[in-house]
């Protein structure tokens, strides 16, 4: 049978890595776009780089002749668009650079699509940030959009025009709405991923202080090695749809400190309110303080999924529960500090 040939923007970051590892083992043929950078930025998929299957071409989202040239010359069956500028907090401080990645990149692919010979089958990450500021409880597929940032309003517009290009030149064109995901291959400037490594640092006596912003909004958060399977079984329906991807639980910021200290052994006492909320360790030591620094304009109190399409077309649930992918970072962690004292 020929082998399926997947183009994926945004391989070189955390989803790329899971859809990557993935398609290879489902047999297709990946090629990948990295960005031209002044460091490596091929770090999470260097495993994949010698594989006969696996290729990979310089490409940016902001450049829309990049984006025409690889899909002519690949012509790829199924196109995965996980490039975006994909911090929340940045995108304040970048609003213009965001919507040309998030927004206007994702025209510029669908365009391209458009104007190929070839029928190509197109996925867009979409995210729950697009629900933003939401009175809904639980969101779902049918929740208004309502986004807080520049982050959520690009994405939100790519949402609108993947489905403007379905409906008006019939391409499979498909949008995931997912809610937070994370994974030892998490960007470290993420929340989990910072509470993660900043708590194991401290338990080995490599860090003092954990310093956040926000502690009380609420996420949904899953396991990206499960939301990638749920990516993949978009694309291979009869027709083309929008799914809400999410766990379903949700906790919020302080929390996930908590569960995160209480599976290292550390045991923890918040004082204070406000900008003095604390934590405290049984010895009195300040591990956790908050900081004006890392509060945004505007914030998105609280996100929690409802699955119940996808788990009704797809056939998807999650697998990982909230303990499971922190014990999984934490390890990985631990491995990075073993690696370090040697
Ligand atoms: P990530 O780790 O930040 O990866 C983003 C990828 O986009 C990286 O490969 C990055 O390249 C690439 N990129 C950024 N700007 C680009 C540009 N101008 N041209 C081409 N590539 C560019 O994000 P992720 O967590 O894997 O998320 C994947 C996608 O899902 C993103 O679109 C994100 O917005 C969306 N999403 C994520 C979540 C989540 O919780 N993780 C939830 C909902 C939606 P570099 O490696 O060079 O930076
Ligand atoms: O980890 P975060 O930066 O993720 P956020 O903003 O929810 O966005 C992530 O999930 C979206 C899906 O809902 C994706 F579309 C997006 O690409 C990204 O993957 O922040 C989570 C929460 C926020 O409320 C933030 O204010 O944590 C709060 N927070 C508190 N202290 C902090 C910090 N966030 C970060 N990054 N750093 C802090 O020190």
Not at 150 to 165: C, M
Not at 297 to 306: A, I, K, Q, S, Y
Request: aromatic fraction near 10%.
């Amino acid at each position: 049978m020929k082998k399926k040939i997947a183009l994926i923007f945004g391989v070189t970051g955390q989803d790329g890595y899971y859809l990557t590892r993935l398609l290879l083992s489902k047999n297709y043929i990946v090629h990948g776009i990295k960005r031209r950078s002044s460091s490596v930025p091929t770090k999470r998929i260097d495993t994949f780089l010698n594989q006969n299957n696996f290729h990979v071409h310089y490409g940016d989202l902001t450049d829309a002749a990049s984006i025409q040239n690889l899909i002519s010359i690949i012509k790829p069956d199924e196109i995965y668009n996980l490039a975006a500028q994909s911090h929340v907090g940045v995108s304040f401080f970048t609003p213009l650079y965001t919507a040309n990645v998030n927004a206007i990149g994702v025209l510029a692919i669908l365009d391209a699509i458009r104007n190929s010979q070839k029928k190509m089958k197109f996925y867009q990450a979409g995210t729950s940030e697009m629900f933003g500021k939401t009175k809904d409880k639980f969101q779902t597929e049918e929740t208004k959009f309502n986004p807080q940032s520049p982050y959520g309003t690009a994405k939100l517009f790519a949402h609108h025009i993947t489905q403007n290009y379905r409906d008006a030149y019939k391409i499979f064109a498909c949008n995931g709405i997912l809610f937070n995901h994370e994974s030892p291959y998490r960007g470290e400037n993420f929340v989990t991923k910072k509470i993660i490594s900043t708590l194991t640092k401290i338990k080995f006596k490599i860090e003092k202080k954990l310093i956040l912003g926000n502690l009380y909004s609420k996420r949904d958060w899953g396991h990206a090695k499960d939301y990638v399977e749920a990516i993949h079984k978009i694309l291979q329906q009869k027709k083309p749809d929008d799914f809400v991807i999410a766990s379903g639980k949700q906790y919020s910021i302080k929390q996930f400190v908590n569960l995160t200290a209480s599976r290292l052994g550390i045991k923890l006492k918040w004082i204070g309110k406000g900008l003095k909320e604390k934590a405290i360790t049984s010895s009195n030591q300040v591990i956790v303080e908050v900081s004006k620094k890392y509060f945004r304009p505007l914030e998105v109190d609280h996100l929690r999924g409802n699955y119940t399409k996808a788990k009704r077309i797809l056939k998807w649930k999650p697998k990982t529960n909230i303990y499971q992918l922190i014990d999984e970072m934490i390890n990985e962690e631990k491995k990075l500090i073993k690696n370090l004292k040697r």
